[in-house]
């Protein structure tokens, strides 16, 4: 799957790295990293950090589905 953060929408609130912290860490007191490419497994809890977060600045979506958009786009 593949997640995007609006960086400049999200206030460092840290829901999301108590919710799914193999995605989510927070450097220092506001820069929130992630991995871009979490492991499917990892799905629940990720969608749960995204429902959680305050300002909704998670966007999750599942890489499957954006290569067959791609796909489409290109044929
Ligand atoms: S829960 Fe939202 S606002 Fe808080 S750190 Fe995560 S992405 Fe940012």
Partial sequence: MRIVVDLVRCQ???QCC???PQAFKLAGE???VYHPNP???QRQQILRAAAACPVQAIRTDRLEDAELTHEAESA
């Fill in 39 to 41: 492991d499917v497994a």
């Fill in 30 to 32: 506001e820069a929130l």
């Fill in 18 to 20: 108590f919710l799914a």
């Fill in 12 to 14: 460092g609130y840290a």
